[in-house]
């Protein structure tokens, strides 16, 4: 099984800017999708970005222009540089691969890092 592994969320002030980073590792023969999703207190999780192994990338309307997704496919890593944050970008965000093992698809998920945007 392949394990995600999020890092850089924060703290950060409105208008300012925060680049999160998800490595994938283990049984990994090659992963299609990679992509993240958040989730604000009370509400349900959306999908943020998402972007092909050929780097066709795909943005929710809310974050387009503001937030860029990019993923090494060496490195088996995935990352979303965020600039202008809001306060509504506060949530916890989770990264997602679609990975094959070599004998089967799965979808493993990261633990998820917390983002806050103070006003």
């Known amino acids: 099984q392949a394990l995600l592994e999020e890092s850089g969320g924060g703290l950060v002030q409105a208008g300012g800017s925060l680049r999160l980073s998800c490595a994938a590792s283990g049984t990994i023969q090659s992963i299609n999708d990679m992509g993240w999703y958040r989730q604000a207190p009370g509400k349900q999780r959306e999908l943020v970005a998402s972007?092909?192994?050929?780097?066709?990338?795909n943005y929710a309307d809310s974050v387009k222009g503001r937030f860029t997704i990019s993923r090494d496919n060496a490195k088996n890593t995935v990352y979303l540089q965020m600039n202008n944050l809001r306060p509504e970008d506060t949530a916890v965000y989770y990264c997602y691969a679609g990975v094959y093992s070599g004998t089967y698809y799965y979808t493993p998920w990261g633990q998820g890092t917390q983002v806050t945007v103070s006003s």
């Open positions: 972007i092909t192994s050929g780097s066709m990338a």
